[in-house]
């Protein structure tokens, strides 16, 4: 396989790669930066990035690993830049720490017991409340949204998904105590 730029095997290789791990690189850069809107661009920028120096990624290496540290490097030009943001209020040390568990918690694999045992838990949930859930996280819905919905009021559907979020909370740690 060619290192050119223009190699459709490559670039086919590139798009699989990231393709297959967007969604966990997408989680990484929002655990490490305030602003959910500041991930996005950030992301964006860090597969610009991986993009133009993927010629020098060796195929058959771990991609995961080589992406979370330029998106890493994207984090820290992005705080550089924004000092203007007063919500950064993490120093790089802590940062770079935070990165390290992350990376930690991947070889682990705790993300995907932590996943597992949610779902565990959402299903022994009543349907209606999995209900709620599901227009609220998968679909997106607002609040006022499910409220019409439902035929709930507003205030009842913010206390019911405070409630449902503690209570999935509380049954994940518990399960995952048992572990």
């Known amino acids: 396989m060619s290192d050119t730029p223009n190699d459709p095997e490559r670039t086919e290789a590139f798009l699989r790669l990231l393709s297959e791990h967007e969604k966990k690189?997408?989680?990484y850069v929002t655990g490490l930066v305030a602003c959910p809107q500041d991930g996005q661009d950030i992301?964006?920028?860090?597969?610009?990035?991986m993009w133009r120096q993927f010629?020098?990624?060796?195929l058959g290496t771990n991609f995961a690993?080589?992406?979370r540290k330029i998106l890493f490097y994207q984090i820290l030009a992005h705080r550089r830049k924004s000092k203007r943001d007063k919500a950064e209020l993490l120093s790089e040390k802590m940062l770079e720490s935070l990165s390290e568990e992350a990376e930690s918690a991947i070889r682990e694999q705790r993300w995907?017991?932590?996943e597992a045992v949610l779902k565990q838990c959402v299903t022994k949930l009543s349907e209606d409340h999995r209900e709620i859930l599901l227009m609220r996280y998968r679909?997106?819905?607002s609040i006022e949204g499910i409220s019409r919905r439902t035929e709930r009021t507003e205030g009842a559907v913010y206390r019911l998904l405070s409630?449902?979020?503690?209570?999935?909370?509380?049954c994940v740690e518990k399960e995952l105590e048992k572990a």
């Open 25 to 27: 690189l997408g989680i």
């Open 43 to 49: 992301l964006q920028e860090g597969k610009i990035v």
């Open 55 to 58: 010629h020098q990624f060796e």
């Open 65 to 67: 690993a080589w992406a």
């Open 112 to 114: 995907q017991k932590r």
């Open 139 to 141: 679909d997106e819905s």
């Open 163 to 170: 409630r449902l979020r503690k209570n999935l909370y509380q």
